[in-house]
């Protein structure tokens, strides 16, 4: 093993390929060492900063001959602890923060060529004054970056129409293990020639390799966006009225999104300039955001809209509801939505669970897993949100009322996670639907998944990366 002096030529190499200025050894690192829930700190032997494909492939070449691994950072949003270093202080932060230019747009093609440290939201705001849709919406995306969205395969409020990050990506450009580059920035929308290496590299996590840039698929924009808020007597009315969104509206439907009354409360009590409606409402113990684009225009899509919630109040599905008037009232609605998290946060430290089961079998599994939880800790609080049309909830658990969060956190994590994980895994679901496996659920994978896939998985792992340099320790166990 080679000992941290014997690194400093590697650092003068790495710094003779990117220029002084980024390559960071000294001074505030939080920001790249730390994740976002402060639930890993680690300490880089240097954060890298390539502005171009051939400095992160000259960057991975000279780590790789040194030994030293690497983690491909984006956004730092991840919420699963696998973009940040470890302890030791011997891995290479790679940030692609440099790397943010739109190379093309091919309008006829409908697609985008970016490159992977474009902030989301900045492509999003490109693309719409181009006149096209990018769809990719979540409540990181001010923060988050391309290459990091491709990388966890994100999904966000917008899967249900446009599927997740994997379904809008159509080209990959990537700097392997070995520091070669692959051009895959193809924009065929059919293209079966071989292993599909795109969908590969998709969802690695950094565990493969680079993600320098993609080609990703654009939409026109809607003629109009409306937004609604119904109340429902329970989950599965929420089940029920979203059959019936999809029969209504069917490709206009582009969010459903639900939200329990405590989660909504928490929204209410830490955002009290947030008028949520309906909070409180004894008779509807979830609340439904509903997104309608409308590809003819506003008129229509209020019409269809109103017929949508006709039925739904005669079927008893919902309580009431309200549409939204204007754009800043659709603002609104989605601000409390995005805001649960952070609510949460500050209600204090708490037990997150990003889940998917079937659509079919949600209102089970949650009445069932309400019950084990109350059970196995009394008084307990459940903070139940999320993307219910593509059957992923965020399933949180937060401690009792006047409890210790900290003490909750330490004390119970453990049992709470296994009692959900157990739960979700009876109803043929996913421990992680949108998060990834990071570096905080690598015990979980070998726990619920197939031996099978495992050693396909560690196969793959192997033959891309057989010195372990890229994100060693993330997703799989080593
Ligand atoms: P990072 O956090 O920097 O990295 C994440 C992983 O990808 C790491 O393993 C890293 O090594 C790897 N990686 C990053 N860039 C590259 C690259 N260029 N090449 C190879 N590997 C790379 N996620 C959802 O899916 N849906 C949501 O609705 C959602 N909501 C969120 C809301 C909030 C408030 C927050 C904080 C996070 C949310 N997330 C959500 C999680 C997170 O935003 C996503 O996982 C996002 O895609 C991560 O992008 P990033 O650029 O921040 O990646």
């Known amino acids: 093993m080679t000992t941290t002096t014997d690194l400093t030529p590697l650092l003068a190499g790495l710094r003779q390929i990117v220029g002084d200025a980024n390559v960071l050894t000294e001074g505030d690192l939080t920001g790249y060492e ?4 402060k639930r890993a700190r680690g300490h880089a032997l240097a954060v890298v900063r390539p502005a171009t494909t051939p400095e992160v492939s000259a960057v991975v070449k000279a780590c790789a001959a040194a030994g030293v691994s690497l983690v491909p950072q984006g956004g730092n949003t991840g919420l699963v602890s696998g973009s940040t270093p470890d302890e030791s202080g011997r891995q290479v932060v790679l940030s692609l923060a440099r790397m943010a230019a739109i190379r093309e747009i091919d309008p006829d093609n409908l697609t985008v060529t970016v490159e992977a440290g474009c902030v989301l939201q900045n492509l999003q705001q490109a693309m719409e004054k181009e006149g096209f849709l990018f769809p990719l919406s979540l409540a990181a995306e001010g923060s988050c970056m391309i290459g990091g969205n491709l990388a966890t395969n994100a999904g966000g409020t917008q899967v249900l129409r446009y599927g997740n990050a994997r379904e809008l990506c159509l080209g990959l450009e990537v700097v392997n293990a070995q520091g070669e580059v ?3 920035l193809t924009g065929l929308r059919k293209d079966n020639t071989g292993y599909d290496l795109r969908n590969l590299f998709v969802g690695s996590e950094g565990t493969l390799g680079v993600i320098t840039a993609a080609t990703m698929k654009l939409f026109p924009l809607p003629a109009a966006t409306l937004t609604a808020w119904a109340a429902v007597p329970s989950m599965q009315s929420a089940v029920a009225l979203l059959g019936l969104a999809q029969k209504h509206l069917g490709a206009n439907l582009t969010g459903f999104e639900a939200m329990g009354q405590f989660a909504l409360s928490l929204v209410g009590k830490h955002m009290p300039q947030l008028r949520v409606p309906f909070l409180g ?20 899509a209020r019409a269809q809209f109103e017929r949508l919630l006709e039925t739904a109040f005669d079927q008893g599905v919902v309580s009431d509801a309200v549409v939204a008037e204007n754009i800043g009232q659709a603002n609104v609605l989605w601000h409390i939505r995005e805001s649960i998290p952070m609510a949460q946060s500050e209600e204090g430290l708490n037990v997150k669970h ?15 897993t309400d019950a084990i939880l109350r059970e196995a800790i009394p008084g307990v609080r459940l903070v139940n949100f999320g993307h219910l049309g593509d059957g992923n909830l965020h399933y949180n658990v937060q401690a009792p ?3 210790d969060p900290k003490a909750f956190l330490r004390d119970e994590e453990e049992r709470i996670n296994d009692l959900v994980y157990r739960s979700v895994a009876s109803f043929d679901g996913s421990f992680s639907a949108e998060h990834g496996v990071g570096g905080m659920k690598v015990d979980k994978l070998e726990e619920y998944e197939a ?7 560690r196969a793959i792992k192997h033959a891309l990366d057989p010195q372990n340099t890229m994100n060693p320790g993330r997703m799989l166990a080593a």
């Open 182 to 184: 692959w051009n895959g």
């Open 354 to 368: 990003d889940i998917s089961v079937p659509v079919s079998k949600i209102a089970e599994f949650v009445e069932v």
């Open 34 to 37: 730390q994740d976002w829930r």
């Open 281 to 300: 409402d004894e008779s509807a113990p979830y609340c439904v955001l509903l997104e309608n684009s409308d590809s003819e225009s506003e008129e229509h």
């Open 401 to 403: 009322e006047n409890g």
């Open 451 to 457: 031996p099978a896939a495992l050693a396909m998985m």
